[in-house]
């Protein structure tokens, strides 16, 4: 493994200014095209159909107030820029783009943006680091060396432009597939969905609690994924499938899918989460309805799908539905909290 210092890299690491974009965009550019000499996190697709700058292209629309982007200067010139993405109910940061050009230092340059956005995130009250990259150019390497935690790959799906959407279903249709609106009232239930499908450790590192799962809407982020970051949205609009049964309390999920209707010349969204012994097909034709309706431009874009790899059989049954893996990404973490175990009654011994 490469051991990286940021030693090597004569510059500075500062927040963006203004007078910076042109500059950025254009590196942005290089970085994602795989120019020589340059160093991206490979997310998630290159060529066409998709445009690889079109989803990294820095529009001052694009940014939100409370988004970060740090920039390497040397000589003058911006070598290196990284650009994080901060959710504030929950103080976790998510690194979206980590980008540098300079041929042997690259790596060192980028290191360095890392480091600083590790420390500049601890003064700020970050709790969580998140960051998905292809296992390339080190990419993985540095991460775990600046204290990050490999805990899951993602793959990523794709539904080209060629084939038609669905029509839209009625009412009528959802209702007899037991298909409706998820509201704030299913954050137990969808919690529990949450627990069925993923891994303790994961669950542990990701830390998701009820009020999470209760603030369904535009932009947000539960539950996580590799893409939802990085993509724009017109509108999020989350649905679930009820159990046939409902379970023991008659509030049983069979599945759950985020929809995100895209707002710019980026492809469409969609997010599942369902049980291993369920029929989720419905939901995909319904979630590809949805988005049929909602958008102007219709599959003109295609859609997006991120699933990971302990969520099978799920990417079989988007596979049946025409979508296809155009890509794998590692998911990585590194947490600020010191974890202690919870005080608890333990049986009194006799003496």
């Given at each position: ?170 009412d009528q249709e959802a209702a007899a597939c037991r298909i409706r609106p998820a509201s704030s009232q299913d954050a ?137 893996r155009i890509a794998t990404v590692t998911l990585l973490m590194k947490e600020t909290l010191v974890r202690v175990a ?10």
């Amino acid at each position: 493994m490469t051991v990286r210092t940021g030693r090597g890299a004569a510059g500075k690491v500062r927040v963006a200014r203004l007078t910076d974009l042109a500059a950025l965009g254009e590196l942005s550019r290089l970085a994602q095209a795989d120019g020589e000499g340059t160093r991206s996190l490979g997310l998630p697709v290159s060529g066409p159909p998709i445009g690889m700058f079109s989803l990294f292209r820095l529009p001052l629309g694009a940014f939100r107030p409370h988004d970060l982007l740090y920039v390497f200067e040397r000589d003058g010139h911006i070598a290196g820029l990284l650009r994080v993405e901060r959710e504030s109910p929950r103080d976790d940061w998510t690194v979206v783009e980590l980008d540098a050009v300079g041929g042997h230092d690259a790596g060192d340059v980028r290191f360095r943006l890392v480091q600083h956005l590790l420390r500049d995130g601890a003064k700020r009250g970050a709790v969580r680091f998140h960051v998905a990259c292809a296992d390339a150019d080190d990419n993985v390497e540095m991460f775990m060396q600046a204290g990050f935690v490999r805990y899951g790959d993602e793959h990523v799906l794709f539904r080209g432009p060629a084939r038609a959407l669905p029509k839209p279903w009625t009412d009528q249709e959802a209702a007899a597939c037991r298909i409706r609106p998820a509201s704030s009232q299913d954050a137990l239930a969808l919690a529990r969905l949450y627990a069925t499908v993923t891994p303790v450790p994961v669950q542990r590192l990701e830390s998701l609690r009820l009020p999470d799962w209760e603030r369904q809407g535009r932009e947000w982020r539960v539950p996580r994924s590799s893409l939802a970051p990085i993509l724009r949205f017109a509108e999020v609009e989350a649905y679930v499938q009820e159990a046939v049964d409902g379970g023991r309390d008659g509030t049983q999920l069979d599945a759950f899918v985020q929809i995100g209707v895209a707002r710019e010349d980026q492809p469409h969204y969609l997010k599942l989460l369902a049980r291993a012994d369920g029929d989720v097909t419905p939901v995909i034709r319904f979630a590809l309805g949805v988005i049929a309706d909602r958008s102007d431009r219709g599959n003109q874009l295609g859609v997006l799908a991120p699933v990971r790899t302990y969520e099978a059989p799920l990417d079989r049954r988007l596979e049946g539905e025409s979508f296809g893996r155009i890509a794998t990404v590692t998911l990585l973490m590194k947490e600020t909290l010191v974890r202690v175990a919870d005080p608890a009654l333990v049986p009194a011994g006799v003496r």
